[in-house]
């Protein structure tokens, strides 16, 4: 069974700053995706950034990149210039490449970010 | 953009009464879930649909709970007989391939 860990229950960073979010993952899968999820106060669930574990370069979306290392089952978040609407729980996430139907999706704990003016 | 809704936004009931959770996933999409989100726990997945089918359960989707695509928007999440610990945040989700959208989410309380 695949699990995912977020090591960092919360985090804080000042305003234009840069972050790291850790997030390792366990499973026996070769091909698969990787998520970031952005759940800001509203308690809506935004994708931030995703990863096919088959690319070997890095996602990046504007101020957010992704550090991949498949190896090491490793999958960390970096925010440059870190503002205050980022300022949410991170949750990362993973589904299997080849589910058929079942593209569920398995999820970390989540960190809190507090980006502090 | 096109996005996924969700309503009621809140909804208290009491223990043992039925809820309809609804929810308008995006218009092209394929894929529908229900993702549950207990205060300060992790999201958990419930149930995911295509074809007019359920593709995959959770242990936590018991006979308590089902699914339904009445027409061709709306996709429903009915709880039969809530109990306490069915309060949760409550998220629908469509997806055309493997990227989930998600709707603003039904905070759940059962009192």
């Known amino acids: 069974a695949q699990t995912v860990t977020q090591s960092q229950p919360e985090m804080s960073v000042q305003e234009a700053e840069t972050v790291t979010l850790s997030c390792t993952y366990d499973t026996s899968e070769n091909n698969y995706y990787l998520f970031w999820y952005k759940q800001p106060p509203s308690r809506q669930m935004i994708l931030v950034i995703r990863?096919?574990?088959?690319k070997q370069q890095n996602a990046t979306e504007n101020r957010f990149s992704v550090n991949f290392q498949k190896a090491a089952k490793s999958f960390s978040l970096k925010i440059s210039d870190s503002q205050l609407g980022d300022t949410a729980m991170y949750f990362c996430a993973f589904m299997k490449h080849n589910a058929g139907n079942n593209r569920k999706l398995i999820w970390g704990l989540g960190t809190s970010l507090a980006v502090n003016p | 953009e096109p996005e996924v809704t969700q309503t009621p936004s809140h909804q208290v009931t009491q223990m043992g009464q039925e809820v309809i959770l609804r929810c308008v996933p995006i218009?092209?999409?394929?894929?529908f879930y229900w993702y549950r989100q207990i205060l300060g726990q992790k999201v958990e997945f419930l149930v995911s649909f295509y074809n007019n089918e359920i593709s995959e359960k959770s242990e936590i989707f018991d006979d308590q709970f089902s699914v339904e695509r009445p027409d061709g928007s709306n996709f429903t999440l009915k709880i039969r007989s809530t109990k306490l610990e069915d309060s949760a945040m409550y998220f629908c989700a469509s997806s055309v391939s493997y990227e989930q959208y998600f709707g603003p989410g039904t905070r759940l309380t059962v009192t």
């Open positions: 218009s092209n999409h394929l894929y």
């Open positions: 990863q096919e574990a088959y």
